[in-house]
């Protein structure tokens, strides 16, 4: 099976910064979409960023552009999040996800063609 782990979360002041990491696991060859979501207390879960493995192409939330980056080490398959200049707002549960699904870089924020998920880090920032 495969199996997605995450780390790298913790407490940090605003605009500091921290870095996630997620190491997918059993993977049976290349996923063609990996991202990042979060959720925090009483809130939905929303869209953090994604990296489409076919040609490395990224793609952000509004809310977090020019501030996150992230990035994929394919020799060890492993996906990164820089956070800088985080925000109160940037408290939540961090998950890594990932999806097989053709088509998935139609809509790579969109939750629905992630089959698999991580247990989630936490990130606090105050």
């Known amino acids: 099976d495969v199996q997605l782990v995450e780390s790298g979360g913790g407490s940090v002041q605003p605009r500091g910064s921290l870095r996630l990491s997620c190491e997918i696991i059993g993977n049976p060859y290349s996923s063609n979409c990996r991202a990042w979501f979060r959720q925090a207390p009483g809130k939905k879960r929303e869209p953090v960023a994604a990296?489409?493995?076919?040609?490395?192409?990224?793609h952000y939330a509004d809310s977090v552009k020019g501030r996150f980056t992230i990035s994929r080490e394919k020799l060890k398959d492993i996906l990164y999040l820089q956070m800088d200049s985080l925000k109160p707002e940037d408290t939540a549960m961090y998950y890594c996800a990932a999806s097989y699904s053709p088509g998935v870089e139609k809509a790579p924020l969109d939750p629905s063609p992630y089959a698999f998920w991580g247990q989630g880090t936490q990130v606090t920032v105050s």
């Open positions: 990296f489409y493995t076919g040609t490395g192409s990224t």
